[in-house]
């Protein structure tokens, strides 16, 4: 069973940071596309950035030039640092990724999503 858990979710001030860790594991043939997306209350879950197996990142308008994407491949966890943090920022971040595995083809998998809170 494949299986995505994100941490790293908190409160955090306005201007702060935070790092956000995204871990794949299960019966992993490999690890193509994945991605961060977020849903603040009473919105639409909404792309943040996505990252190439190849690590070619892509990022929203909202938070270029904050938000970092990255990925380590060998520890199949992915990563979001979110710097100069905005309370429009606050939402619940979910973990996405496109893999294939042993028992199914390549399929989308979703994380349980974790709560991120800037304050003003």
């Known amino acids: 069973q494949v299986q995505l858990v994100e941490s790293g979710g908190g409160l955090v001030q306005a201007g702060g940071s935070l790092k956000l860790s995204c871990a794949a594991s299960?019966?992993?043939?490999?690890?193509?596309?994945m991605a961060w997306h977020r849903q603040a209350p009473g919105k639409q879950r909404e792309l943040v950035a996505s990252?190439?197996?190849?690590?070619?990142?892509n990022y929203a308008d909202s938070v270029k030039g904050r938000f970092t994407i990255s990925r380590d491949n060998a520890k199949s966890t992915m990563y979001l640092q979110m710097n100069s943090l905005k309370p429009e920022d606050t939402a619940v971040y979910y973990c996405?990724?496109?893999?294939?595995?042993?028992?199914?083809?390549?399929?989308?998998?979703w994380g349980q999503g974790t709560q991120v809170t800037v304050s003003s």
């Open positions: 990252i190439t197996s190849g690590g070619n990142p």
């Open positions: 996405a990724a496109s893999i294939t595995s042993r028992a199914y083809a390549t399929r989308a998998y």
């Open positions: 299960g019966s992993i043939v490999s690890i193509n596309i």
